[in-house]
Nanobody
Framework: EVKLVESGGGLVQAGGSLRLACAGS????????IAWFRQAPGKEREGVSC????????YYKKSVKGRFAISRDNAKNTVYLQLNSLKPDDTAVYYC??????????????????WGQGTQVTVSS
């Protein structure tokens, strides 16, 4: 079965940190570019960060650059998203997604064919 499973979400105070993980199975993980999206209540889903299959290229939404860091360990079929200096505005369900396509329009959700079920991140003020 092809799947992505996120973990690491939780409740944290503003200024705190979390480390999300996205574990893939059932496909050749190191062929795929991976992205993190998030969706807050009443808001549209938005891209947060993505990483190329080799890990050599990374991209960040402007509002998280310098606070979030994406990385991957292909030996473990896992991508990580380190969330630092969290703000209440970061509260959302965080999803990881995978694509074989080149990361030319990396915030376009339609290019990602495999999605996880999401993990909740809640930041209290």
């Amino acid at each position: 079965e092809v799947k992505l499973v996120e973990s690491g979400g939780g409740l944290v105070q503003a200024g705190g940190s979390l480390r999300l993980a996205c574990a893939g199975s059932g496909f050749t993980f190191d062929d795929y570019n991976i992205a993190w999206f998030r969706q807050a209540p009443g808001k549209e889903r938005e891209g947060v960060s993505c990483i190329s299959n080799s890990g050599n290229a990374t991209y960040y939404k402007k509002s998280v650059k310098g606070r979030f860091a994406i990385s991957r360990d292909n030996a473990k079929n896992t991508v990580y998203l380190q969330l630092n200096s969290l703000k209440p505005d970061d509260t959302a369900v965080y999803y990881c997604a995978a694509t074989l396509l080149e990361l030319s329009d990396y915030w376009a959700a339609y290019i990602y064919k495999i999605w996880g079920q999401g993990t909740q991140v809640t930041v209290s003020s």
